[in-house]
Structure formats: C-alpha cells, structure tokens
C-alpha cells in the first residue's frame, strides 16, 4: 500500500536556523511524482514542488531545497536561513497508484514548523 | 489569474441539518478533487471528478455526502443530517487534464463545526 510518513510532528526554530523537513515515502510504482505543500495559518494549501522520479537532481528554490533520495524512498526538504513566515504545516504528498489515473494524493501527516523570532 | 475559490470559509450548524458548500476551480481545469482534513491530520481524499463525471468516491464519503459537478464547471458537496464527526476542514482542489502527476492547487477550504 503507498504510504507517505513525516516522522516529525512538530519542529521549532530560531529565526536564521537552516531546518530539514523528512519525508519517507512507500509506492509499488515504478515512475511516480512527489510534491510539497505548506499550509500556513489561514488554512489554504499553497504547492511548494513537483518531482519527478525519473529526475533525482537536487533542487533548490531562493531558500527551499529539496533531496530526493530514490533509494531511501525519501524526499526531504530544508530551509535555510528560517523566518518567521515560514512558520506553517507543511504536508509531503504522492498520488496514489491505480485507481484508472485518477490523481488523487496520499498526504503525510505534516509537520508543523514553528521559528521564533 | 483566480485561483481555486470555496464558499462559505466557515460554516457552523447543529447536529441533524443539511449543509452545502461550492467550490469553483481555476477556469480551465477539469479536474476537480474534495478532500477532508480533521485537525492534526493530512488532508483525506473524498471524491473526483473529470469534467462533469464523479470517477472516484472515497469509502469516506458515506450515503449523506454527495458530490456534484453540474456542466464540469463549479461543484457543490453536500451533508445531509450532520453528525458532530463532520466537523472538519472540506478542501477543494483542481488540477488540468494530463496524468497521475498533474499539480493540484487547492482552495482556501470551508471550516464545518457541527454542534
């Protein structure tokens, strides 16, 4: 069964801390896309990223990196230099195998991320 | 460029009343999820649609919940005889047509408190 864990619930940090975000993925897929998203206090889920499998570059966006790890299934996720702003939960998805490609995604539980001024 | 939009943000009703609510995806998409989220959890897959066809229905979604996608535009999912075990953020999601991997962007979600 595919199963998306975020073995930490909550991290806090002080401000200009770096911070890294765990995700263990489990897929009987083949080829699959992985994604993150950060859900700030007003509620809405905002996508962070997109990958592909196929692709396991690292990727880096301003201060967000992401290290796709295809033989530890994991696709962790690290903020350097922390602000306040970043303070949100943020959720580890994969789309869920078979099911006639419906896309539908399999959410982590989140982690809440808490910087401190 | 508008995003997703649900309505209403915040519901709260009594136990055993009917509830609607509407979400509108971003115009040209036409892929359009629902997903339940209970606090301190990941949102929960409810139901989809492509287009106007509801494809998929979770085993979450029991027989007071249903799901609408008239003219594959806007979609209404409705509770018939809330129970306090709904209480929950309903997020909606849409995405374009592609494959399993499409991006999914997600509304602002309606709060439903069941007293």
Redesign the interface.
Known sequence: AQK?TQAQTEISVVEKEDVTLDCVYETRDTT??L?W?KQPP??????LI?R?SFDEQNEISGRYSWNFQKSTSSFNFTITASQVVDSAVY?C?L??SG????????????TTLQVKP | DTGVSQDPRHKITKRGQNVTFRCDPISEHN?L?W?RQTL??????LT?F?NEAQ??KSRLLSDRFSAERPKGSFSTLEIQRTEQGDSA?Y?C?S?AAG???????????T?LTVL
């Open positions: 998306v699959y896309y994604f998203y007003s509620g809405e889920l905002v996508f997109r592909n959720f998805a789309p869920a099911s006639g490609n419906t896309g539908k995604l399999i959410f982590g539980q989140g | 892929r999820y997903y301190g959890q990941g949102p929960e897959f989809y492509q494809l998929e953020m997020l999601a995405s494959g399993r991997g499409d991006t999914q962007y997600f509304g602002p979600g709060r």
